[in-house]
């Protein structure tokens, strides 16, 4: 078994390593492991991370997976919480000035939801490529969450 050096490069994203090509216990390679830990984010990162128990950078992916999947999902609770609970609070105002400020919030947490959303799909598309290049690339909060799951 030959040894790769580990370089630690930072980026704005979060920090990544190089990892050397292991065995996996599901006896795909670890960049592909990795990177279909990504795909159905919670499920294939779960399937993963119970089905791999010898190669660390294969369960690093999944609980990355995990935790994103739950934070991308928490988010959204909190985004649609938000959207639909504050036109309540200002109904006052739909009588007083027609819904505009009612409109205005709609409008803020449509697009702001949709910017959201799209940041999240390409990061989760990043992690998915770098996974798949054989590098461990971690998110500066989620990334934390993952390693103590390890």
């Known amino acids: ?11 704005s994203i979060g920090t990544e ?6 065995e996996t216990s599901t006896g795909l390679d670890p960049n592909v492991a ?14 993963f991370f119970v089905l791999e128990d010898e190669n660390e950078f294969v369960r690093f992916h999944a609980a990355q997976s995990i935790v994103f999947s739950v934070a991308v999902f928490a ?7 938000l959207g639909a609970l504050l036109p309540i609070l200002f109904i006052g105002d739909a009588f007083a000035t027609g819904g505009l400020l009612t409109g205005l919030l709609g409008l803020v947490f449509g697009l702001g939801s949709l910017v959201v959303t799209l940041a999240f799909f390409v990061a989760w598309v ?6 798949f290049q054989g590098k ?4 500066p909060v989620v990334g934390s969450f993952a390693e103590r799951l390890v």
């Open 136 to 139: 461990r690339t971690k998110l």
């Open 17 to 22: 390593e190089r990892m050397e090509a292991d």
């Open 126 to 131: 990043y992690l998915m490529f770098r996974a």
């Open 34 to 47: 990795g990177a279909l830990s990504y795909v159905l984010g919670i499920i294939t990162g779960l399937v």
């Open 75 to 81: 988010v959204s609770i909190v985004f649609s919480l």
């Open 1 to 11: 078994m030959s040894t790769d050096n580990i370089t630690n490069v930072d980026e």
